[in-house]
Each structure stands twice: as structure tokens, then as C-alpha cells.
């Protein structure tokens, strides 16, 4: 079986949900995700070792959240470890339950991903995952900023052959409605949003990586929220 068949087989159970909804099914229209998620599965295929793979922003979804679907794919089909991180204890509790089946192929860490990232010791990082502080579009520079400084903490560790996947980035020219609570949650808000420049938890990271010399394999998506991958040339 060729190494794209097997990333799309196993992606197959899990195309319904809006994380890796595939576009021409129509059922989600404001994210896509797809063929981020089957290039990084393509490429832990590639390895052809047990990945180490780190996701800074730890998901609480059963089946449609990354720290399950990676967990999953972990621990039946590449072997390896997923180390998740998150700054809210809730939610590393709550991922702890709803990923139990994949448990021995998960390290759960309860902190900031910066100061963790920054005293990692452990094996080299194959895949990284950057999901964390979440994106304000009113006020997205503290994300950017977090995003960045996620990739500097750990550049020395990821391994030689290692591939960078970073959430949430929409890419010039658009628009984006954007919806917002009060913080009691008594009222909803909406503002429509002109995206004149590149916005995301990933630009930053993509000059970074790019001014060492990798490259982007991720397409610009016009009218999407895109992944952006980075490979080393
Ligand atoms: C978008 S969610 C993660 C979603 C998850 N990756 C998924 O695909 O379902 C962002 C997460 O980042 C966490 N977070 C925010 N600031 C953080 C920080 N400084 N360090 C680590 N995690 C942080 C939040 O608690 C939240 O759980």
C-alpha cells in the first residue's frame, strides 16, 4: 500500500468532523484542514521510526479533537509519543479522559508551552504541532508573539528531518466575521474583519523557519482558516 492511501485510509473515520473535513464536502465552510493533516500523516509514515511528536494546545473533544486523532494514529499505526501541553489544568484533565485508550502514548503536561518548551531535555522532536494561545483577530500580535517564541524555545531540539504544522492563519486579501462573547457570556458580538496582511499563530513561525532556510508546503487557502507546514530543504 502506497504511503498516501494509507494517510488517506486513515484519515477516512475521521472526515466528517470540522477539523479535517475534506473542502468538497461543503460542510464546513470557514476551515480547512485536510491536506495539512494528510501531508504531516504522509510524513510520519516517512520517518519510518517511532515519532516524537509535541502539540502545544491540548484538545478536550473525543474523535474530533488533534490530541485523540494523533493520539490514535500514535499508537496503532507509527508508534512513538505525543506530549501535549496546556496552560489550563481543566482541560489536560478533561483531554486525559476522553484520550484514554491512547494514554501510554501520551504525556499530558500541565503548563505553559514556552517554559516547557524552553527546559525540554527529551528526544529529538519530529512533529510539532503549534496550537496554543488562542488568535484575537482585534488583537492577534500576543499569539503571533507566543507562536514565535514556542518556535525559538525548542528550534535545538526538533530533529533533522522534522516538519512544523502551526493552526489558525488566514492569508490576505479577505474578510472574516468575527463573533465574540462578553465575559459573563450574557452577550454575543459580531464584527466583520479585513484581513490586509497575513494573520495567524504561524506567520511569525514562517519567517522564522524560512530565514533558516525551510521551506512551506502548505497552500495559501483564499477565504479559509489555513495550516501552515514547514520542512527543512
Ligand atoms: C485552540 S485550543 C487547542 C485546540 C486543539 N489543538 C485542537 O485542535 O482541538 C488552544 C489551547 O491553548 C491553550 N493555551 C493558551 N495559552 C497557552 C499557553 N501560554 N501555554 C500553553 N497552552 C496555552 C488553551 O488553554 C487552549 O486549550
Known sequence: ???????ETFLEKYKNNE?????????YHDSYRYESWL????KM????RPICMVETGTSIAKETGSTYILGDFIKNHVGGKLITIDIDENR??????QTKEFSDVIEYIHSDSVEYL?????QNIDI??????DLNLQKPWPSMHHHLKEIVAIYKKLSWDALV?????????????WFWYDSDLSKSSRKRIEITEDIGKGIYVKFFLENLGWKCMSKNIPGKLNNIIMVRQ
Open 92 to 97: 489536560i484533565e478533561s483531554c486525559k479522559e
Open 19 to 27: 477539523l479535517l473535513c475534506p473542502e468538497d464536502t461543503q460542510l
Open 128 to 133: 510539532l504541532h503549534q496550537d496554543s494561545y
Open 45 to 48: 509514515y516517512q520517518i519510518e
Open 165 to 177: 504544522i502551526v493552526d489558525d492563519n488566514w492569508f490576505a486579501p479577505m474578510w472574516v466575521d
Open 118 to 122: 524552553k527546559n525540554y531535555k527529551g
Open 1 to 7: 500500500m502506497n504511503i498516501k492511501f494509507k494517510a
Open 39 to 42: 501531508f504531516m500523516i504522509e
